[in-house]
């Protein structure tokens, strides 16, 4: 009787275990493996080499677009967070009908289903030299000139990371206040709590695995991202993972997986750490 | 914001003006971009506008240099839906089967969120350096529907348990209780509850095939999906065209949200109106 049960489970698991094996494991030994590989020609040679991961640790190129790209995850992670935990706070604690809660959190989800590559293009229209944010300036007389920074900058990358990106804080983080139990706010009132105290010993601490979940999910997405990079900083800034998809477009396999194995080893590094302040299994399972 | 009724306090309405802010800020440049996809035929990427016509829907169709859109498109459509439904059939199958502990369950839980959060880029490196070792040819419904499919499923599988953690058992109970087959008690009573959210799982399946690029890629061979076709496009159209072809993108979007929102939504009240509470 009791392996019954279990057998139902695996047997119910099993397509998904078997995709993900087969699409998501698999390939990735297969770029642990190209790692060590030779290439040239656009040929690949089975060898087990360590020059891809030489050349990597020897070039000044490799540490520049590390710190290129842990820039963008730092500030983008920070002004997520704080965008993110208000909006939450005020769906969870301002809105008091239910009906409005799901129709404004439906309202910030949509985006999330549409284009993210159209969805980045539209701020083209406005950061441009002559675009609307430039003519806004000029026609209230704030400015005399366009202000060239806007578009294709560090500036066009970090605000296209945010418009695509708070979402993914928003959601864990709503998640987590909803379920905070108001008879708790209530009684901390009571004893004479003030707001301040009630933030900081009850809604933070019972927030911490939302912003948990947020923070991994919009490090990984910015550390991953190449084409946000590529687009809207014009090619003048890089990432780890665009100049990967430089080496890609050339056909330089072996490098481009070594690259990436030690990208993966670093984005696993900071999510491991996250990970030892909630349990996430019990988070989402639960 | 303690009680039910009474004067908001000062804050809800510094709160309020930055959700407004906030949602201005994500609905801003898309709508700009939809007005500006009817821009004139002399006009350019950004306003003024220079007239109002269909010209760059048009280019869309007719002209050379802005690629398949047309081919692209339906296979995105086609690979979205066998994606859609391959996401709801899997993931309510393995949502289901996490109800229990079992053994194999951490390593399958730790597969999915270890594949959700990879970038795209490299599961799609993997796949098609993986297909050209074994000498197979990439394509759009082989290597891109597997590559997609590491992203839809782990999202799926979320969607589960936040569903399931909200179900409540003792309607399974009450049904074998009153005699119910474990296969009635699935189909009359756990999946029929379970239905909003699986329609939540198969809009999730559908709208990230339909828009995803980084697994994609490198996995889609020969024959492109419409966000790659668009990719190409940002680097070689300067003309409006790139936002009609962004208009029409979010268009069919739209649709599918509207329509898994408001099947959702139906499916609410029916069951208000007939239990007097939601489930």
């Known amino acids: ?286 | 914001m303690k009680q039910a009724a009474g004067p908001r306090p000062w804050t809800f309405y510094v709160f309020a003006s930055f959700f407004a802010l906030f949602v201005l800020f994500l609905y801003g440049p898309m709508t700009v971009i939809y007005i500006l996809s009817f821009q004139g035929p002399t006009g350019g990427l950004t306003f003024p506008m220079t007239g109002f016509s269909f010209l760059w829907f048009h280019a869309l169709v007719t002209a050379e240099r802005v690629g398949d859109i047309g081919g692209s498109f339906q296979r995105s459509i086609v690979l979205a839906v066998i994606v859609a439904v391959l996401t709801v059939v899997l993931s309510v199958a393995a949502g289901l089967a996490f109800r229990r502990r079992f053994p194999g369950s951490g390593v399958v839980f730790y597969l999915a969120i270890a594949s959700l959060i990879m970038p795209g880029l490299f599961v799609g490196l993997g796949i098609a350096v993986g297909f050209q070792l074994l000498g197979l040819d990439i394509d759009w419904y082989t290597s891109a529907l597997g590559a997609q499919l590491t992203w839809t499923l782990p999202y799926g599988l979320l969607i589960m348990f936040a569903v399931l953690g909200r179900f409540n058992r003792a309607y399974e109970e009450a049904a074998t209780d009153l005699g119910a087959t474990p296969w009635q008690r699935m189909r009359e009573v756990v999946l029929p509850i379970l239905l909003p959210g699986i329609i939540g799982v198969a809009l999730f399946g559908f709208t990230l095939s339909y828009d995803e690029f980084p697994r994609t890629v490198l996995t889609a061979g020969t024959r492109n999906t419409l966000p790659l076709e668009i990719w190409a496009m940002t680097t070689n159209v300067t003309s409006p065209a790139l936002f009609a072809v962004g208009t029409v993108t979010t268009i069919v979007s739209f649709i599918a949200i509207g329509a898994g929102l408001i099947s959702i939504a139906v499916i609410q009240r029916r069951r208000t109106r007939g239990t007097g509470q939601p489930m």
């Open chain 1, 1 to 286: 009787m009791k392996a019954l049960p279990r057998l139902a489970s695996w047997l119910q698991v099993a397509p998904v275990a078997l995709i993900l094996v087969l699409f998501f494991g698999l390939p990735m030994l297969v770029v642990v493996t190209v790692s060590f590989f030779d290439y040239g020609q656009g040929r690949l040679y089975p060898t087990f080499i360590f020059d891809n991961y030489v050349e990597i640790f020897s070039s000044s190129v490799t540490l520049r677009l590390y710190l290129s790209s842990l820039k963008f995850a730092l500030i983008v992670w920070a002004v997520t967070l704080l965008i993110g935990f208000n909006i939450a706070y005020f769906l969870v604690f301002h809105v008091r009908t239910l009906l409005w809660q799901i129709g404004l959190f439906l309202l910030c989800t949509v985006p999330f289903w549409t284009s993210n590559i159209i969805r980045m293009i539209s701020w083209i229209p406005f950061l441009g030299r002559n675009g609307i944010f430039n003519q806004t300036l000029e026609g209230a007389g704030i400015t005399s000139q366009p202000l060239e920074f806007l578009l294709f900058s560090d500036f066009a990358v970090i605000v296209a990371y945010v418009h695509l990106f708070t979402l993914f804080m928003v959601v864990p983080i709503f998640n987590s206040m909803a379920r905070i139990d108001r008879s708790l706010i209530e009684a901390a009132y009571d004893a004479g709590a003030g707001p301040w105290r009630i933030f900081s010993e009850i809604i933070l601490p019972l927030s911490k695995t939302g912003i948990a979940l947020g923070s991994i999910f919009v490090i990984t997405l910015v550390m991953g991202d190449f084409f946000v990079v590529k687009t809207m900083s014009g090619g003048q800034s890089a990432s780890v993972v665009s100049a990967l998809s430089n080496e890609i477009s050339a056909i330089q396999y072996p490098p481009a997986a070594a690259n990436a194995m030690i990208l993966v080893a670093i984005v696993t590094l900071m999510v491991s750490g996250i990970l030892r302040l909630v349990d996430i299994r019990k988070e989402l399972i639960a």
